[in-house]
C-alpha cells in the first residue's frame, strides 16, 4: 500500500506548479445492477463507480474507484478497486506516468488482494492512442503472498467520430513458479444517432498451466438524454460467459443495467462503467485481477 500512496504523492507533487493553470476534467458517475446465472444459480448484484481524468496543463492525472456486492442465498461478495495514475505529456503526443492500484475480493472474510504499481509511456496520433506500462503486483491471498510482473498494453483508434475500436492485453508473471496470468480483449462501439450507442466486446482471462480460463462475449446499448438539465448515459448489457478449472467447467449469463452521470467532457465515453466491455476499453494492471473482472464484476 505504501507504494501506491507514493504514486499518489508522485501525482500531487506534479500538480502543484500546474496549480495556476486551468482545470479541466472528464468525469462519469455509473450506478449498475446486474443478475447472473451460472449453471442454473441466480445472484444479483450491485455497483458503484466513478472515473476521472484531471488536467492541469501538461499534468493529467486518472482516477478510479469502484465498489461492487454480489448477494446469492445470503452469501455475500464484495469487490473494491482504486487507482491513481499521474502522467506528464512532454508534447501533446507523448506522456510518461506511474501508476498504483488496489483490488480486493472479499467473500466472507476470504480476502484476495492485488496491489500494483509501475511506469507507463502514452502516444497520442491523430484519431489513435495507446500504453504500454511495466510494472508488479503483490498477490496476498489468505496470508499467502506472491509477486507478479505485468506487461501490459491498451490501443484505441477512432475510425469516424461515432465509430470507435480497441484492445487490451496484460501478461503477469507469477515470480518462483513456471505460470503466467494472461488477460486480453477487443471491442466497439458505434453511435447511432445523437443519442444512441450500440457497443459490443470479447475477453478472455486464463491461467497458464492451472486449467483455469474465463471467456467473455458481450453486447450492449445506451442512450444519453438529460434529466433536470444534466446528462445521462442509461445502458443495458448481455454478457455470456464460459470457463473451466481443474473442477470442470460452468456456463453463465449476465444481465445489467445501469445510469451514468456525465460531468465535464466526458460526452466522449464510449462505453458504461458497469458493463464488460467496459473492462476491455479500461484495461487490466494484472492478469489475474481479469480473471474476476472479466465478467463485470
Known amino acids: 500500500m505504501s507504494r501506491i500512496l ?27 445492477y446486474s443478475h447472473l446465472s451460472l449453471d442454473g444459480e441466480g445472484a444479483n448484484a450491485y455497483s458503484l463507480e466513478g472515473e476521472s481524468i484531471l488536467r492541469f496543463g501538461q499534468i493529467e492525472t486518472g482516477v478510479d474507484l469502484g465498489f461492487n456486492r ?12 482504486v487507482e491513481i495514475a499521474p502522467s506528464y505529456w512532454f508534447t501533446p503526443g507523448f506522456g510518461i506516468g ?9 467473500f466472507e472474510g476470504t480476502d484476495l488482494t ?6 507507463e509511456a502514452q502516444v497520442r496520433a ?15 491471498l489468505l496470508g499467502l503472498d506472491a ?32 505460470s503466467d496470468a494472461r488477460t486480453w480483449g477487443i471491442g466497439g462501439s458505434l453511435m447511432v444517432n445523437d443519442g444512441f450507442s450500440t457497443f459490443a466486446s470479447y475477453q478472455s482471462s486464463e491461467i497458464d498451466g492451472t486449467g483455469g480460463d474465463v471467456n467473455v462475449a458481450a453486447i450492449g446499448m445506451s442512450w444519453t438524454t438529460f434529466v433536470g438539465g ?25 444481465v445489467s443495467l445501469g445510469a451514468t452521470i456525465l460531468l465535464g467532457d466526458a460526452q466522449q465515453k464510449r462505453t458504461p462503467a458497469h458493463t464488460v466491455t467496459h473492462n476491455t476499453l479500461r484495461g487490466e494492471r494484472n492478469g489475474l485481477s481479469g480473471l474476476f473482472g472479466s465478467f463485470g464484476f
Open 98 to 106: 506511474v501508476y498504483g492500484a488496489r483490488d480486493t475480493l472479499d
Open 126 to 140: 491523430a484519431a489513435m492512442s495507446g500504453t504500454l506500462f511495466v510494472g508488479e503486483t503483490d498477490v496476498d
Open 6 to 32: 507514493t504514486v499518489a504523492l508522485c501525482g500531487l507533487a506534479w500538480a502543484v506548479p500546474a496549480g495556476a493553470q486551468q482545470l479541466d476534467h472528464s468525469t462519469a458517475i455509473g450506478l449498475g
Open 70 to 81: 454480489l448477494n446469492e442465498d445470503g452469501s455475500r461478495v464484495d469487490q473494491t478497486s
Open 114 to 119: 492485488l496491489n500494483s504499481y509501475g511506469v
Open 147 to 178: 509477486t507478479t510482473k505485468d506487461v501490459g498494453l491498451r490501443v484505441r483508434a477512432d475510425l469516424t467520430p461515432q465509430a470507435s475500436v480497441w484492445g487490451s492485453m496484460v501478461r503477469s508473471d507469477i515470480e518462483e513458479t513456471d
Open 230 to 254: 444534466q446528462e445521462v448515459m442509461l445502458s443495458g448489457e448481455y454478457a455470456s460467459a464460459s470457463g473451466s478449472s481443474m473442477l470442470g467447467s460452468s456456463d453463465g449469463n449476465r
